[in-house]
């Protein structure tokens, strides 16, 4: 039975952007993860398709979909085994932020490039000194005049060298309650005073342009604020349910994928005694992964259905942020081991997927701080 | 056992200050990038009696065992998980040629071994497996004085690289574990050997890892290493040996990725406190502390059994297998603990969790040491 409400539309739109990506993504992979960045050609060529900001409004340029169509996105995306490509974390992540706080003259700026992919987005929150503690961040935006001018920097940052528009926030120093301290603000690549720094080198998402973003004396008008002074944390509170649920998403596709590779692998690999899926502890394994598997994608599913129908689910949300990427986690380093020492060669896939994976129960909130908000959501 | 004596404690601290003097994480990084074998730090080593440490004086060895070449390479790996592996690596099959090789095959190739020369290869695999001796197809036929070797070799520590291959071969009618085959000596030099570089690795780059291909290749009968016959018995009593030797660099590996974890939670602040003031950081810093301990006393076990004439081939696959977990779990909780930084190449945890989790995938994974374990533990059944 299938929970969620998939209609013909899904599904065609599930197999064009199968097949776009086919042909347009999965045999330029390897040379991107070279690279250690994507072409923006290819955000173009998505946005063409209508694959990018495809829960985006018809209005300002979107596809008109739900989160259904999103979800598609980041499991097919998923499926190309590589993270270069983060037009979810533009799509479902970013751009949600302009759509739901930009002025209606920004939003009819800038959602429209959004969309068709000739601009990227993302978003700068962390700092090399705040990480799970937000709060402390010390990038400043301080006003003068009509302008606010930012000073400070920000790391690991999604898409850092390609992006053409970032989302900053940045705290009022003059501002007395911490948590009311933050602003987001709208900020142009080739602002004076924004600078791109090095490009990280990392354990994996090798295809993935993150990098540093700095703002020394970074002079923008006003009005690139989103919504009042000092809202910047509301915002985020209100956008971070979507947030994790994109995380989970992605650790469940990942970790369906890596399934699939070491399901097919294990059942074509003669072992001493016929396949090797016919080995009892293999088949076991197989089994424990499928189940785990299947546990995490019917949590999900259920989160899906009623984030779609608009509940505050932010417990739910934070309890799969975790127990979804660690469960990507889990499935790749037992997926290593039934590949044996061929899961030591990168021209395995499951081999570039666990370097990947390992950052999921980081990003967006480490797993400790996803089981701090439940806590504290609880009661406790 | 549970206190190593002072020349033990030597050799940790002279490991300790030659890694201190030689190891620097950028140039690690590089050789790792180009896929180079340190060669420059292998030769440092050997002066320093660190190759071969457990190889007879005769043999330009340190005369020593498996425990004080486990507390090389764990010291080794602490400090830097691939310098450590590729060094203790540098002579890896050799232990085979000191074990099973007559004493002119030993004298004419564990000197060029323990003076820095040649680094060696062994190969004895055919399929994914790092334990499976159920394919065998290699051959070694008397041809004249000669033996003609033909087969392909898996996963060749060394390949393209080394002086020699100690290769497993078929060499009689009908193979099991006592009969039908044997390991012979190849010269790298020798006529008819292919080598098929791997690529890229999950970790371990700066070691050439290689299948190797022998077409009609001809060698003396006097490179025939051991008893002829028993290739398959010697091969797993090497396998028993070098286990010990992957669970020490695990142990290291572990280690080393919680001295950083642990520097890192007592200087890091969030929330205007140490993160090393958090319950659950105290807890996983405690947790990995236990399991570091847990690796190495079993590692220590194990070797020390191998040292004093009672090898147990269950223990050598037990440590094998636990401190090759321990190490992933270990590297794993440090990434995690470091946050984000964790995941950059900067702060090497990562390279350690990718290192530890290679140990676990070669010489048999967790399943083959379980078979091996269980079939010792259990035994024959009525």
């Known amino acids: ?380 | 056992m549970f206190e190593l004596t002072r020349s033990q404690k030597e050799i940790q601290k002279a490991a300790q200050e030659f890694a201190r003097g030689e190891f620097d994480k950028e140039v690690t990084v590089d050789l790792e990038k180009s896929h180079t074998y340190p060669t420059e730090i292998w030769k440092k080593a050997v002066e320093l009696g660190f190759i071969g440490i457990q190889f007879a004086e005769k043999y330009g060895g340190g005369g020593l065992g498996i425990l004080d070449a486990c507390l090389v390479a764990e010291t080794l790996c602490r400090k830097d998980s691939t310098m450590g592996s590729a060094l203790s690596l540098a002579s890896f099959g050799a232990e085979c040629l000191h074990r099973f090789g007559d004493e002119k095959l030993r004298g004419s190739f564990l000197p060029r071994v323990t003076e820095g020369e040649i680094l060696t290869g062994i190969g004895l695999f055919e399929t994914e497996r790092g334990d499976d001796f159920s394919v065998l197809d290699t051959t070694a036929v008397r041809s004249g004085e000669e033996w003609v070797v033909n087969g392909k070799k898996r996963y060749v520590i060394n390949g393209g690289t080394a002086g020699f291959y100690i290769v497993l071969c078929r060499t009689g009618e009908t193979c099991d574990e006592n009969n039908g085959t044997s390991m012979i000596l190849v010269e790298a030099g020798r006529t008819g050997i292919g080598c098929i570089p791997l690529g890229d690795k999950l970790a371990l780059n700066s070691v050439a890892i290689a299948d190797l291909t022998f077409d009609q290749v001809r060698v003396p009968m006097s490179n025939l290493l051991g008893k002829e016959g028993k290739g398959i018995a010697q091969a797993r009593a090497f396998l028993d040996e070098v286990k010990i030797l992957a669970a020490a660099r695990a142990v290291g590996i572990a280690a080393g990725a919680f001295d950083r974890a642990l520097a890192y939670v007592k200087q890091r602040e969030q929330f205007d406190r140490k993160l090393a003031q958090f319950q659950i950081t105290r807890h996983k810093i405690a947790d990995m502390a236990t399991k570091v301990e847990l690796a190495r006393l079993i590692t220590y076990r194990a070797a020390s059994d191998f040292d004093t004439g009672k090898p147990d081939p269950a223990m050598s696959a037990m440590a094998k297998m636990a401190a090759a977990r321990m190490a992933v779990e270990v590297s794993d909780e440090a990434i995690q603990l470091f946050g984000g930084y964790g995941y950059m190449t900067e702060q090497e945890v990562e390279r350690y969790y990718r290192e530890a989790k290679t140990i676990e995938l070669c010489l048999g994974t967790r399943e083959s040491q379980k078979d091996r374990i269980a079939d010792i533990v259990i035994g024959k059944l009525k």
């Not at chain 1, 199968?18 to 173009?44: G, N, Q, S």
């Not at chain 1, 090399?128 to 606010?148: F, K, R």
Request: charged share 25%; glycine share 8%; proline share 4%.
């Open chain 1, 1 to 380: 039975m299938q929970l969620l409400p998939y209609t013909e539309n899904h599904h065609r739109f599930r197999a064009r952007l199968r097949k776009f990506l086919a042909e347009e993504v999965v045999p330029h992979v390897d040379d991107w993860e070279t690279d250690h960045i994507v072409p923006r050609d290819v955000w173009k060529k998505m946005g063409r398709e209508g694959f990018i900001c495809p829960a985006l409004s018809k209005e300002y340029g979107g596809a008109g979909g739900d989160f259904l169509h999103s979800t598609i996105v980041i499991e097919e995306i998923s499926r190309t085994n590589h993270s270069g490509l983060a037009t979810p974390l533009h799509s479902d992540i970013v751009v949600p932020y302009i759509e739901s706080y930009a002025s209606e003259i920004q939003k009819r700026h800038y959602l429209p490039l959004c969309a068709s992919g000739d601009v990227i987005t993302a978003v700068a929150m962390t700092e090399p000194n705040a990480g799970s503690d937000l709060v402390s961040m010390q990038t400043t935006a301080e006003a003068d005049g009509d302008d606010i001018v930012l000073n400070g920097s920000k790391t690991f940052i999604t898409n850092g060298i390609n992006c053409d528009l970032v989302i900053v926030a940045a705290r009022n120093p003059l501002a007395g309650n911490p948590h009311k301290a933050i602003s987001l603000y709208l900020v142009e690549d080739g602002t004076p005073g924004f600078e791109k720094g090095r490009r990280l080198e990392k354990m994996g998402f090798h295809s993935q342009d993150t990098a540093e973003l700095f703002f020394n004396d970074c002079r923008i008008p006003r009005t690139n604020r989103l919504g009042e002074d000092g809202d910047g944390f509301y915002m985020l509170m209100e956008k971070l349910q979507q947030e994790r649920l994109v995380c989970a998403v992605m650790g469940v596709a990942a970790a369906e994928q890596i399934f699939e590779w070491s399901m097919r692998y294990c059942r074509e690999t003669a072992g001493p005694k016929g396949p090797m899926s016919r080995s009892q502890a293999v088949a076991f394994a197989l089994v424990e992964m499928s189940t785990d598997i299947k546990l995490g994608r019917t949590f999900l599913d259920k989160l899906i259905a009623e984030h779609m129908a608009g509940e505050q689910i932010v417990i739910e949300t934070s309890m799969a942020k975790y127990w979804t990427t660690d469960l990507a986690k889990r499935i790749a380093d037992r997926a290593l081991d039934l590949f044996g020492q061929g899961g030591t060669l990168e021209t395995t896939p499951p081999v570039r997927a666990f370097r990947d994976v390992r950052v999921m129960s980081i990003f967006a909130g480490t797993n400790e701080i996803m089981k701090g908000i439940v806590a504290k959501f609880m009661g406790m």
